[in-house]
């Protein structure tokens, strides 16, 4: 079975600052994808990013940057220079490359309320 | 990207009453749809998958026959609440699949409130 942990139920900070989402998974399967999703209070889920298991490279967009590390199972989340409008429940979610019944099935962690202050 | 879109985005019903949700891929066929359930402050829980033209596959613990889903062609998948309680108030968001490049895409929810 695959699971996600969150471990940071909420984070708060003022804007400029960095912040770090940490992003924790487990699964069994050699072949999977890692994914970060926005949820602003509107709900509707925004795609960030998707890695899969071969690809350890670190990624950058713009003040968004993702730091994958198989050696810990972990695939962590930096925003630089936060904004206000980067206030958001932030989901980090796992797919397994399986097929059959688990085809395309994400499991979600817990999610991550980030309060960026003016 | 592709837009998948739902219907209504909110909805408020008698207790015992049942509740209809449309899932729709706007600009591409999707043979399978997740249908998730998020409570207040959590995280998004899988219900069920749909498959177009068969029966859906439903996670431990949710009730197939309260939550019914029809999948009935390539861009429709529908999630009936049948016979709604209070503790059914959720938000409740659908995904589709885009092939070959297997990538999903979500619905922007519908907010279900029973009174």
């Known amino acids: 079975a695959q699971k996600v942990t969150q471990a940071q139920t909420e984070i708060s900070v003022v804007e400029k600052e960095d912040v770090t989402l940490d992003c924790v998974y487990e699964t069994r399967d050699t072949t999977y994808y890692l994914f970060w999703y926005k949820q602003p209070p509107s709900g509707e889920l925004v795609f960030l990013i998707r890695?899969?298991?071969?690809?350890?490279q670190n990624e950058i967009s713009g003040r968004y940057s993702w730091n994958f590390q198989k050696s810990t199972s972990s695939f962590n989340f930096t925003i630089t220079a936060s904004q206000v409008v980067d206030s958001a429940v932030y989901f980090c979610a796992l797919r397994v490359n399986a097929g059959g019944t688990s085809y395309g099935k994400l499991t979600f962690g817990q999610g991550t309320i980030l309060t960026v202050h003016p | 990207g592709a837009v998948v879109s739902q219907h209504p985005s909110w909805v408020i019903c008698k207790s015992g009453t049942s509740v209809k949700i449309e899932c729709r891929s706007l600009?591409?066929?999707?043979?399978?749809m997740f249908w998730y359930r998020q409570f207040p402050k959590q995280s998004l829980m899988l219900m069920a998958t749909s498959n177009e033209g068969s029966k859906a596959t439903y996670e431990q613990g949710v009730e197939k026959d309260k939550f019914l889903i029809n999948h009935a062609s390539l861009t429709l998948s529908t999630l009936t609440v049948t016979s709604a309680h209070p503790e059914d108030s959720s938000f409740y968001i659908c995904?589709?699949?885009?092939?070959?490049?297997?990538?999903?895409?979500f619905g922007p929810g519908t907010r279900l409130t029973v009174l």
């Open positions: 995904s589709a699949i885009l092939n070959p490049r297997n990538e999903q895409f």
């Open positions: 890695r899969n298991s071969f690809d350890e």
């Open positions: 600009d591409f066929q999707a043979t399978t």
